[in-house]
């Protein structure tokens, strides 16, 4: 007797192939999957049951398309529930429905035989229950939703279920040994019962329980060898070392592999994991804490649940528990290597230095043991910190970008070795520093202040440079500038342009309040209103120990005095990078212009040009 | 610096700030572009290097950069129409108009222009009323108007269009109007599909999952307001856009007694909010964290060890403060924040924000959370 179910099948087939899985080939997981579950149960009521999953590729005699037969030895179903199962297929219309359903057996067992309609049109299940009479019962099931039960001619001898799939034509690129072998091994390679494959004439098994980390291996190395090598088959890197994983929250275990380069910074690593021996995801993300992304992972996990997707870990108490457990255990093995083998670590921290940065930015404990190891840039080149400080007694950084730049111009003349610390984590373990270990002495230096440090001109000098002085005040007052006149090294830099904090970004606004229309103008002033009350301005300091600046001040004429100090003023700007603003960039103009009429001028006077 | 040196410089900052996530180092990326380009006085490539800066400040957190990147391109586009299309900048001068009210220093009169100017560059492009209609009702909403019930009437009835924001953001702002009547179970109704994953954005559902807290917690759902909140705390934790979100996983795990949890919450996120261009944002994080310093109180932690950043006011190595000046500290943030606020509003709303901060602690519903927090 024939039935039709009570919703479009088509319609279903769709949302599943569209929404709920990425590929066909899904279709051999939720198989392996429906056997697992049947494996399980039938263990369940019969302890010590081992399981067995056989696949097998009938090919035609007469060259027609192939059938793909999947068995276990599981629990089977009964009558009542096969009705239960095709009740669950009438309801799944919905994306919802289909996943509240993946969490009971009859639900998961329908959804899974659903997916087997991306690669072919007729499904037939044979079934014999281990908890009913003994019958057999067959359901074939069309795409078009049709389907008929009735009690099979051929009766199982032993309780378990089969289902055949005959290959559609356009799909028959799944029904071949080699794809099925890996579409097998790739999902199910974990499976702690055999699953064999028949094709060809040949029968092989597929999955070499238990999983790589359970094995036993000769010796350490050989173990070592072994686990890197399965490392590369699974990721295709080469690593440099392996870390047994273990957790006992959601009961996870397996590996964690050093990714051999230096990961884009915060790239989170898409492991790959199982969940009960199945293969979820090779993209979870969540696994580690944030720190950990100089690895790549693979686990399996008896307790942690999957999210609706089934992409990833549900994010629950159970998840972050066996997140911290897991970042123990990658901790554990940074201090061991700090304490027996030192130079591998180093040689880990100049590959992973931030992942390792921020572990001590997190972890008091670890921060003692590494925070000399780590590497900081300097204005003299890339220091380690213990180095740093064996040479340096007080630990001076700046914290941003700009004044780094500012202060490494003059800063090896100077003899000043300054950390910057702009980077990611570099600021926050600085300051970290005098907590955690109290005789550390710590500095936050500026840009503005480094003038300070200049030799002061003497008595006589300061009177040579009066008008200088008096000339280069008036001429950058109206771009709020101050001036200075001190010593300082080296002699070849004229001017040093002293920008506070947040210099760079208030010309930044000073350029769009310039562009933009009227109503923008006013709503950038107001924005901007608190931050110019509490302005400090920027200034630029003159070199006395600079020869053109000791001509300058030597210079009678105050309207070239005035145009050389805004054309240092301008150089100063463009040589830190600043563009330059409207009025700026007329000063540019103008200075340039005055200084060809000058020469021209000059050689007029001289007999002319030639 | 040759032609060619410089562009290949631009390039490769454009090329890093797209492949880092949003944040202050994106945002750094694109300004040195940004200057460098216009050092050199490409408009059209400073021109495309803000719009880029626009979206990064917007979503990392800088909403006065963005501001400022916004108004340079606006300055161009209105001196060449026909270089740059004005459609392109309508997008984020909603972004940014949005956001003007949480300035002090910037007037209603300013906001109000701001706001008209918004719905005459949408009628021009033919676009309806609904995304202005949804930018009157926030700002109005945020500045405590009255108006801001009439005008939510009118944006949910008003049709979408090209220029209406995402369903998935939209039905995250509808959320804040049921929280503010005490709606708690019709919040958690509008948000299922936003927690369910079957809408979602840039920002949602960061964004949702802080906004459902205090629901949860009224109607004592305390499970999932759990792992909302260990779920939520996990994507918004390196994103400064999120600051006052991370203001409201701090108030829930001060009315569920997590103090410890809360504090170091706190240290870790308080250099956002001492350098965060919103005060309103500021404002969020600095009340929660003024509840939370008081239910320390309340447990009886007179002191707390806290590794705050060197830039803070009260900072000392050691890391060891007494609870009191921090609170007192704190109380005077918000205070100072919510006067100027208030103010410039016309309205008593951050100081009725600020009291109900104040008697959280009344609150309180133990519930602890043993989970480690994410590094």
């Known amino acids: ?610 | 610096m040759t032609e060619q040196d410089w562009r290949e410089q631009v390039r490769t900052l454009l090329g890093r700030a797209e492949r880092l996530e949003p944040g202050e180092a994106k945002v750094m990326a694109l300004e040195e572009a940004t200057r460098l380009a216009d050092a050199h006085g490409d408009v059209p490539l400073a021109y495309e290097v803000r719009d880029a800066l626009i979206d990064a400040a917007t979503f990392g957190g800088f909403p006065d950069r963005a501001l400022v990147a916004f108004a340079w391109c606006r300055g161009q586009q209105k001196k060449d129409p026909e270089r740059f299309s004005p459609e392109q900048l309508l997008w984020k001068q909603k972004w940014v108009v949005g956001r003007l009210d949480e300035f002090p220093h910037i007037s209603l009169k300013q906001i109000q222009g701001a706001l008209e100017d918004v719905e005459q560059c949408f009628a021009k492009a033919g676009a309806g009323q609904r995304a202005v209609l949804k930018l009157r009702y926030q700002v109005a909403r945020d500045m405590g108007d009255p108006a801001a019930d009439a005008l939510w009437a009118k944006w949910v009835e008003a049709p979408r269009d090209h220029l209406t924001d995402c369903r998935a953001c939209e039905l995250d702002d509808e959320l804040d109007y049921h929280l503010d009547r005490g709606e708690y179970e019709v919040v958690l109704k509008k948000a299922r599909p936003l927690l369910e994953g079957r809408n979602g954005c840039a920002e949602v559902p960061h964004l949702t999952l802080g906004t459902v807290l205090y629901p949860l917690f009224k109607l004592n759902r305390m499970e999932q307001a759990r792992d909302s909140h260990l779920q939520g705390y996990s994507l918004v934790r390196r994103n400064r856009e999120f600051l006052a979100t991370v203001g409201e996983h701090l108030e829930f795990l001060t009315l569920t007694g997590n103090v410890v949890r809360g504090l170091r919450l706190f240290e870790r996120h308080v250099d956002w909010a001492l350098e965060h261009a919103s005060h309103r944002d500021r404002f969020t994080f600095y009340t929660a964290s003024l509840a939370l310093l008081e239910q320390a109180l309340v447990e009886g932690h007179e002191r707390v060890e806290l590794s705050l950043p060197r830039a803070f006011t009260l900072y000392t190595p050691e890391g060891a403060y007494p609870t009191r000046t921090l609170r007192d500290w704190l109380a005077a943030q918000a205070e100072g924040i919510a006067a100027k606020f208030d103010a410039r509003n016309g309205t008593d709303r951050f100081h009725q924000l600020l009291s109900r901060a104040k008697h959280l602690g009344n609150e309180v519903v133990p519930f602890p959370i043993d989970a480690s927090l994410p590094s």
């Open chain 1, 1 to 610: 007797m024939d039935h039709r179910f009570q919703v479009n099948l088509r319609g279903v087939i769709e949302l599943l192939s569209h929404h709920l899985y990425s590929t066909p080939g899904v279709f051999v997981r939720e198989l392996l999957q429906n056997a697992t579950d049947a494996i399980r149960a039938r263990q369940h009521l019969e302890p010590g049951h081992p399981g067995t999953v056989r696949v097998e590729l009938i090919e035609k005699q007469d060259g027609g398309l192939p059938t793909l037969l999947f068995s276990d030895d599981g629990v089977g179903l009964t009558e009542e529930e096969l009705h239960r199962f095709l009740a669950t297929i009438g309801e799944s219309s919905k994306r919802e429905t289909l996943e509240a359903r993946r969490n009971d057996f009859i639900g998961q067992f329908g959804i899974g035989l659903l997916s087997c309609f991306m690669v072919c049109d007729e499904l037939l299940v044979v079934t014999r229950s281990a908890k009913g009479d003994g019958s057999t019962l067959e359901w074939r099931g069309r795409h078009d939703g049709t389907y008929a039960v009735r009690a099979s001619e051929h009766p199982l001898e032993r309780p378990g279920t089969q289902v055949f799939l005959v290959a559609r034509a356009d799909a028959a690129e799944y029904f071949t040994a080699e794809r099925v072998r890996q579409l097998a091994t790739h999902y199910g390679g974990l499976l702690p019962f055999p699953i064999h494959l028949t094709a060809d004439g040949r029968t092989e098994t597929l999955n070499p329980a238990p999983p790589p980390w359970r094995r036993e291996y000769a010796s350490v190395a050989e173990r070592r060898k072994a686990l890197l090598a399965y490392g590369r088959e699974v990721f295709h890197t080469d690593f440099v070392d392996c870390i047994p994983l273990r957790a006992e929250a959601g009961q996870v275990e397996g590996l964690a592999f050093v990714l051999p380069f230096s990961p884009n910074f915060n790239a989170r690593q898409k492991h790959r994991v199982y969940l009960k021996d199945m293969l979820l995801s090779e993209s979870a993300e969540n696994l580690l804490p944030e720190w950990a992304f100089f690895v790549k992972c693979v686990v399996n996990a008896q307790g942690l649940r999957p999210t609706a997707s089934r992409e990833s870990f549900y994010e629950d108490a159970t998840l972050a528990r066996a997140r911290e457990s897991l970042g123990q255990v990658l901790r554990q093995y940074l201090v061991d290597l700090a304490h027996s083998d030192p130079r591998t670590l180093q040689r880990l921290i100049a590959l992973h230095g931030l992942s390792v940065k921020a572990l001590a930015l997190d972890d008091d404990d670890f921060f003692r043991l590494v925070i000399h190891w780590l590497p900081f840039e300097t204005t003299l080149g890339m220091m380690t910190l213990g180095h740093y400080r064996q040479t340096y007694p007080s630990v001076r950084y700046v914290t941003n970008l700009d004044s780094f730049r500012q202060v490494a111009r003059v800063a090896a003349a100077q003899e000043l070795c300054i950390i910057n610390g702009a980077y990611t984590h570099d600021t926050a373990l600085l300051e970290k520093l005098p907590r955690v270990l109290p005789d550390a002495r710590l500095e936050l230096f500026s840009a503005a202040q480094l003038p300070q440090r200049f030799e002061e001109p003497t008595p006589e000098e300061h009177q040579q440079v009066a008008r200088l002085r008096q000339v280069a005040q008036e001429a950058l007052e109206p771009f709020r500038c101050q001036v200075t006149l001190k010593k300082f090294l080296p002699v070849e830099v004229p001017t040093l342009y002293g920008d506070v904090d947040e210099g760079a970004f208030r010309r930044d606004v000073e350029r769009a309040r310039e562009e933009t229309d009227e109503l923008y103008a006013s709503v950038l002033e107001g924005a901007l209103a608190e931050s110019q009350e509490e302005e400090e301005k920027p200034q630029l300091c003159f070199n006395l120990l600079n020869p053109v600046v000791r001509r300058l001040a030597r210079v009678r004429d105050v309207a070239q005095l005035k145009l050389s100090v805004e054309m240092l003023y301008v150089q100063a700007l463009l040589l830190g990078h600043r563009p330059l603003n409207a009025r700026e960039m007329a000063l540019l103009n103008r200075g340039l212009l005055g200084l060809i009429t000058a020469r021209l001028d000059e050689d007029e006077g001289t007999g002319g040009v030639h």
